[in-house]
């Protein structure tokens, strides 16, 4: 027999092996707006993309200046990145969301959907354990915990949870995508629950600066957890607050024990943040100008789009911050963004956040203003 006629088992992950991790998740869901996005772009006046919250705005001068001047970097950073960089997360941390915190207890990470993907992975989490993550939620709450073979659970109230088996419990606050902002009363609560049961809580809050109705408050505020991280991480991204979706700069920060875990983890992994922008970050959390002018941008296009909206004949719900209108006629929701693509506007459907948003749509307000104007247009006409 010759080398050629010799059986070989299929390689990982090639058609005919036993077992492919893309198997274990679900369809990824934007692939399923793409017939819709197709007819919304062939609408005369063009298409009113609202569906993926991306920064279509400028990035700020003084964080492209930043990058700039430290794009001769031809050495490797770290994967803990400078002690200043840290230091300067720790004081936003400390002025925007009242945590006294110091650099031992933060990491920088590549992009906060990253780690929420990876986290069980890199906790050691697998078959046996739950990750739990609310019911409307962000997808890559349950991508995070089939990666490690764990069994994801939604859930509404966190007092329904097995406490036994729940390894890691996810909050998100303001939420992705209803808007809604949970209470420091409920973020303690959330506290006294992970801490009775020994759970991990984690809590993503990378929307934390877009409040409209509500003041966000962190799970590492002193008010909320006395002072005490242990048991707590808390998830933030500059994406939104300073238009560095295409930087993927985040950070993760609380119990320094996890941490350092993590650390250590992401070191054997080359899980590093680019040295530029490292560099970038530290100038973006040193300056609250350019957040209060995007803030302001996205305030009058929330403002111009919920009116259209609800002139349409929606109803819109939560919505109390984040960079989204949750929106609803009391009706399967691809109906709706059927209707709305041959009006030339893109919307996301609120099942792609699990099955109870069947009735809803997901409305950014990241689309540029010109964009926002003739989708309000279309709206009232």
């Known amino acids: 027999?010759?080398?050629?006629?010799?059986?070989?088992?299929?390689?990982?992950?090639?058609?005919?092996?036993?077992?492919?991790?893309?198997?274990?998740?679900?369809v990824f869901p934007w692939d399923k707006l793409e017939p819709y996005k197709r007819t919304a772009l062939e609408h005369p006046g063009g298409i009113c993309d609202l569906s993926v919250g991306t920064p279509v705005d400028p990035v700020p001068e003084v964080i492209q200046k930043a990058l700039a001047a430290h794009s001769d970097t031809p050495g490797y950073p770290t994967v803990w990145g400078p002690l200043e960089l840290r230091r300067a997360i720790a004081g936003w941390l400390n002025r925007r969301a009242g945590a006294e915190i110091g650099p031992e207890a933060i990491l920088p990470t590549i992009g906060?959907?990253?780690l929420v993907a990876w986290l069980p992975t890199q906790l050691g989490l697998g078959p046996g354990d739950q990750?739990?993550?609310?019911?409307?939620?962000?997808?890559?709450?349950?991508?995070?915990a089939r990666l490690c073979g764990a069994e994801?659970?939604?859930y509404d109230d966190i007092a329904e949870l097995d406490g036994?088996?729940?390894?890691?419990?996810?909050?998100?606050?303001?939420?992705?995508p209803t808007g809604r902002v949970l209470s420091r009363d409920e973020l303690r609560r959330a506290v006294a629950w992970a801490r009775e049961h020994r759970v991990l809580l984690v809590s993503d809050e990378c929307y934390l600066e877009l409040g409209w109705e509500a003041d966000p408050a962190s799970v590492l505020d002193q008010e909320v957890c006395r002072g005490d991280h242990e048991g707590l991480l808390a998830v933030h991204s500059l994406s939104k607050r300073s238009n560095l979706a295409g930087y993927r700069s985040s950070f993760v920060a609380g119990d320094p024990v996890v941490i350092r875990e993590l650390l250590e983890i992401r070191k054997h992994g080359g899980m590093i943040v680019p040295a530029p922008v490292q560099a970038a970050t530290i100038a973006a959390l040193g300056d609250d100008v350019h957040v209060a002018e995007q803030k302001a941008r996205y305030a009058a296009r929330r403002t111009a789009l919920r009116g259209a909206l609800e002139a349409y004949g929606f109803r819109i719900e939560h919505s109390e911050a984040s960079l989204y209108l949750w929106a609803t006629q009391d009706r399967p929701c691809w109906e709706t963004v059927a209707e709305l693509a041959r009006l030339g506007i893109l919307v996301a459907p609120g099942d792609f956040y699990g099955p109870s948003g069947g009735q809803f749509v997901r409305v950014a307000f990241t689309a540029t203003d010109e964009r926002v104007r003739a989708a309000v247009e279309r709206l009232t006409r």
């Open 1 to 26: 027999m010759s080398t050629t006629d010799t059986p070989h088992a299929p390689l990982p992950g090639h058609p005919g092996a036993a077992r492919r991790v893309s198997d274990l998740l679900p």
């Open 112 to 114: 906060s959907k990253e």
């Open 131 to 144: 990750v739990a993550y609310p019911r409307l939620a962000y997808p890559t709450y349950e991508v995070g």
């Open 152 to 154: 994801p659970v939604e």
């Open 164 to 176: 036994a088996r729940v390894r890691l419990l996810w909050l998100n606050t303001p939420s992705n």
